[in-house]
């Protein structure tokens, strides 16, 4: 047995697997996007449609069903397999397999139906289960950095325009900027979901006509019959008019609000690492992590990193349902078929990683608060001249003499540290200058940077109140839990 094993494995290692599922993926996105998955939907949806056509009068017994009924889980993917190397059709390839071990069913079994009855109904049903994969997840990653923010939303820190250092900004503040592109990522992803209806029962080109005269065109029990398969499938509405196909409008309509949260993970884990590089924050770090093979010092924030390689891998794969979309030539053509085996489930296998990452990156964030004042000290002095000078009127002295006086001192500053690497000296200068005497005892509390913060706290535990924790009351139940990443 051993060696079986160990045979089988090596066969495994001979060829390729992709990545999302090999290194990365959850169980149950991996899962979701499985051939069991995919066949055993098929053989529901058979049920399904059986179900309720004797429920609208066909001459179908309780016999059959229970035989449908007991054989969903039993595939035979072998003779799948080798049914549709016979006959090229992998519809008609699990018809013929399902019927072989159904013999009493067997003439029942896609009956009226085409081969999109089960494929694309099935996609909707993935479609649906992957956003409902994937909706807890992003819920909990906004959780964690509201916590983060909430309790950064006071401390002070250098921000960035042109990643130039502007007016300070806090740390929790900077994190709610993060958060707000979640959250509208979290109503698309939730539109997007609700928004899915059932395919339902339609013929080989939307109209409804195998069904009807399968009816002796009865049209309310045609109608009655789309209801049935609708409402058992779980589904609220199908759409009322479709090609040979629902429209591939709706792929696109689910990538691209999958790539958006790409682009905001990529823009979030960005962020990190250039904090990183300032040693301001870092991702969590293991005590047995190597950063680097060459370099043991070196603490490289891989997490983000990963986030950002496969989030641009997520916001490229929406060109596919779009070009696919422009092509479908009239009521169908074939040539979306294996475009779309591919890019839909890549696109929610990637979600599903970057979304696991960053939440574990979330859960373990450090912040650096002396790094943090350091950098506001090599900078703050030039910010706080305005105020200085606000403070020499004051007391009677002249803005534009106070301003000049400013700029003489703050050009030779910024000539020690441009020029000498030498830490802002422009306070101690102000301090020997005996024109500002009036001021010295006021330095402290001008240059004390929660003064220069406005007013970010407030916003924050503002912005938290009111669109945060609202927009995650429908997830209260998905928030605990942690996650440990395997590589």
Not at 80 to 100: G, N, P, S
Request: net charge negative; aromatic share 6%; charged share 25%.
């Amino acid at each position: 047995m051993a060696a079986k094993s160990d045979l089988e494995v090596d066969q495994r290692k001979s060829r390729y697997e992709s990545p999302l599922v090999a290194r990365y993926a959850s169980p149950e996105m991996a899962y979701n996007f499985s051939d069991k998955k995919k066949f055993t939907t098929w053989r529901k949806l058979w049920l399904i449609l059986a179900k309720a056509q004797k429920k609208v009068g066909l001459n179908i017994t309780e016999e059959q069903l229970t035989e449908m009924e007991t054989n969903l889980e039993t595939i035979d993917f072998k003779m799948a397999a080798e049914e549709e190397r016979k006959r090229r059709h992998d519809v008609m390839a699990h018809v013929y397999t399902f019927a072989h071990c159904c013999p009493k069913a067997a003439p029942i079994i896609h009956l009226g139906a085409t081969s999109c009855f089960v494929g694309d109904n099935t996609d909707l049903i993935v479609l649906r289960d992957a956003f409902d994969i994937v909706l807890p997840k992003l819920a909990r990653c906004i959780h964690r950095l509201s916590n983060f923010a909430a309790e950064n939303k006071s401390l002070p820190t250098l921000g960035f325009t042109h990643f130039q250092p502007a007016q300070l900004t806090t740390v929790g503040k900077r994190a709610s900027l993060w958060l707000s592109d979640l959250c509208m990522d979290l109503r698309n992803l939730t539109r997007a979901r609700d928004d899915l209806r059932f395919r339902g029962v339609k013929g080989t080109t939307g109209t409804q006509a195998s069904f009807l005269t399968l009816f002796d065109g009865d049209a309310e029990k045609v109608d009655e019959l789309d209801r049935l398969v609708t409402n058992l499938a779980d589904f609220k509405e199908s759409y009322i008019v479709t090609g040979q196909t629902y429209s591939r409008k709706i792929d696109v309509d689910v990538l691209s609000c999958l790539a958006s949260l790409g682009a905001s993970i990529h823009k979030i884990c960005t962020d990190i690492r250039l904090l990183a590089n300032l040693k301001e924050l870092e991702e969590p770090f293991e005590k047995d992590q190597i950063g680097s093979s060459a370099m043991p010092y070196k603490r490289n924030p891989m997490r983000s990193e990963r986030c950002c390689s496969l989030a641009r891998h997520l916001m490229t794969l929406c060109m596919n349902p779009l070009q696919t979309l422009s092509v479908q030539w009239m009521e169908r053509t074939l040539d979306d078929s294996a475009n779309r085996r591919i890019c839909l489930a890549e696109a929610f296998l990637t979600a599903d990683i970057i979304l696991s990452t960053l939440q574990n990156i979330s859960e373990g964030l450090v912040v650096y608060p002396k790094v943090i004042e350091r950098h506001i000290q090599q900078e703050l002095p030039f910010m706080a001249s305005e105020n200085i000078i606000m403070a020499m009127v004051k007391a009677g002295g002249s803005r534009q003499e106070c301003h000049e006086h400013i700029r003489t001192l703050s050009q030779e500053a910024a000539n020690v540290v441009k020029q000498e690497g030498g830490d802002n000296d422009l306070v101690e200068r102000i301090k020997r200058t005996e024109y500002f005497t009036p001021v010295w005892d006021q330095l402290d509390q001008l240059l004390d940077p929660k003064t220069f913060i406005g007013r970010a706290p407030e916003q924050v535990t503002q912005f938290i109140t009111k669109e945060v924790t609202p927009a995650l009351e429908p997830y209260k139940e998905h928030l605990a839990g942690t996650v440990e990443l395997t590589l």
